[in-house]
């Protein structure tokens, strides 16, 4: 795929079909993809029924935006049927300071699924997200970059091997500023009887002021022997020293911090194939973490 | 043409007092070499003359072209024409390395350098230096080798053109190959307006790169100056005949022997 955009869907109380290439069908709150292609998702305000079902069982480029106008309450499901192939790409431009809470669960059999998660929003939220890997040769990579300024986020992300021969791994960052508050759980669980699983974890959070509180909280319950599992977890201000060295080369110090925040975000634009949407991603973060 | 004077330089780190008065004179066309035992404030010197916050000056001056360089930014100072490449150069993920060059050529102009000839600079000092031409794409220092991040750093010299470069043990971690690389890329920007401090350990660094003056570092002072013969005399005969200036010699760190026990308690020293 060229990274072209085939489909889109906004979604404002009602589903509404805004383009579409008739590769995916609509049917009440579910959402059918049947043949590759590619599909942006626009959410403004949340339909009655709160939850809406993808079901996936071909390769999708998928893009998602919350641009909600109110406080907002969502439970998705999405349902990665065995051979697709999956690069999902959810972004939180929400620019007032309403409460999200997002419930994702992402039921995963033996498919192959990467998502990004890029949240610079305005917003608080409590969000959980789940990838249930269901069966062997399930496969999720997951990467969060979220900036809490002056708002209070929360993000539980799970990664849940339900079967033998299966691969998680997720990359956590986050960056807190202005007396903003960062709470990041990463759950590593794998069940018994989940033999040669593979299940990975980072989560960092970089802290800029005394005010700013945050959490980032590692989290492995593995009740199967022959497994491989890892975790790390850190907190911290910017190394002063990776500072020094970028100021040593003629940069101040404020375009220094940004050039290290922006690259803790910037791993995330490597989950956009759609060249428009990369540059707009690029712009937004010079902006809102330099800003 | 700039000239940097150091005047009964005193520093500290976390309360510890590595240099004791140290007085230098660098001027342009001009290569300093800087010996000494390790622990005894060679690289201590270079690092607070690039103004690293780990390193407090307690007392002397560092003056540039008779301005206060202690009173500058590490910023101003690299704007004004220092450059330091260090021993450890850190790792910066998600900043590619070609992002990073770009904001650093662009903070000592008026105007941006065009793409097109930024380009060529970077892909010609990447061949030059033998790099990896996929460099640019890559992100800073992430992933390099040792021997990668010293020949990175000889490429920054290379783009910013420095009028004073200081080059903390750049030879270390290096091959016969990429060292002879390395000193040559060194010895082309030697110039009538440029000076350089080299701090190395071993003879055949400055064998390649020969010096104009050789200062040996001993216990946070210079105990003795001269030319490069001085490095044939540290080849042979090591730094014993420090002590028959009455000087003690620093080690860098008390050596005792190593038990279990030692590294179960690691954390304690």
């Known amino acids: 795929m ?14 509404s079909i805004i383009e579409t290439d008739n590769k995916i069908k609509i049917v009440n709150n579910n959402i059918i ?27 999708l480029d998928l893009y998602e935006f919350y641009e909600f106008e109110g406080d907002s309450n969502i439970e998705n499901e999405y349902q990665i049927e065995p051979q697709a192939n999956v690069n999902r790409y959810v972004e939180n431009r929400t620019s007032e300071k309403f409460a999200l809470n997002i419930e994702e669960t992402v039921n995963v059999k033996d498919a192959l699924i990467r998502s990004a998660y890029l949240d610079l929003g305005a917003t608080n939220c409590e969000n959980k997200i789940s990838y249930n890997l269901l069966t062997p040769g399930g496969e999720a990579h997951v990467h969060l970059g979220v900036l809490s300024s002056n708002s209070k986020k929360k993000y539980d992300i799970a990664l849940n091997h339900l ?3 299966t691969y998680g791994n997720m990359d956590n960052y986050g960056i807190v500023k202005n007396a903003g508050s960062l709470i990041i759980n990463g759950i590593g669980k794998i069940a018994k009887g989940c033999s040669k699983s593979n299940t990975h974890q980072i989560n960092k959070i970089i802290v800029f002021d005394k005010k700013c509180q945050a959490q980032a909280n590692p989290y492995l ?67 809102k973490v330099v800003g | 043409m700039a000239v940097l004077k150091i005047k009964n330089l005193h520093v500290e780190v976390e ?23 390790n622990g005894n404030g ?37 704007k004004a024409g220092l450059f330091l490449a260090m021993q450890y150069p850190q790792e910066i993920p998600g900043v590619t390395t070609s992002d990073f060059l770009r904001a650093a050529m662009n903070a000592r102009r008026e105007k941006p350098i065009s793409l097109f000839k930024f ?20 992100y800073l220092n992430a992933g390099f080798s040792g021997g990668e991040k010293k020949r990175n750093e000889i490429l920054q010299m290379k783009l910013l053109q420095p009028q004073i470069a200081m080059l903390d043990e750049i030879d270390s971690g290096l091959d016969v190959d990429a060292l002879r690389i390395v000193a040559q890329a060194i010895n082309e920007m030697r110039d009538e307006n440029r000076s350089m401090m080299l701090v190395s350990h071993y003879e055949r660094m400055f064998k390649l790169v020969e010096p104009t003056h050789v200062h040996v570092i001993v216990n946070g002072v210079i105990v003795l100056e001269g030319g490069p013969e001085i490095v044939d005399k540290i080849d042979t005969e090591g730094y014993d005949w420090v002590k028959e200036l009455g000087i003690e010699l620093l080690q860098d760190e008390e050596r005792k022997p190593i038990l279990l026990e030692n590294c179960a308690h690691a954390g304690k020293f």
């Open chain 2, 42 to 78: 060679k690289s201590t010197l270079l690092s607070t003359i690039m103004g690293n916050p780990k390193y407090i000056v307690t007392e002397g001056s560092i003056e540039l072209d008779g301005k206060d360089l202690i009173q500058m930014s590490v910023d101003e100072r690299s």
């Open chain 1, 221 to 287: 319950l593995v009740d199967e022997y022959d497994v491989n599992a890892s975790h790390g977890a850190s907190v911290g201000k910017i190394d002063d020293q990776q500072l020094f060295y970028l100021q040593s080369r003629g940069l101040t110090s404020q375009q220094a911090m940004s050039l290290v925040t922006i690259g803790y975000f910037m791993p995330v634009i490597n989950y956009i194939k759609n060249e428009k949407i990369k540059e707009d991603v690029g712009e937004l973060l010079n902006e």
């Open chain 1, 33 to 59: 993809v049947s043949q590759p292609t590619s599909l942006k998702v626009v959410y403004k305000s949340i339909p009655d029924c709160k939850n809406l079902v993808f079901t996936v069982v071909s390769d």
């Open chain 1, 2 to 15: 060229d990274g072209a955009i085939n489909n889109v869907i906004v979604i404002d109380n009602e589903i």
């Open chain 2, 119 to 138: 380009i060529k600079e970077l892909d010609g000092a990447i061949t030059e230096l033998k790099m990896d031409e996929n460099l640019a794409h890559r």
């Open chain 2, 15 to 37: 309360g510890k007092k590595i240099l004791k008065g140290v007085n230098l004179e660098i001027n342009p066309n001009e290569v300093h070499a800087i010996m000494g035992p």
């Open chain 1, 163 to 165: 079967n033998h021969h």
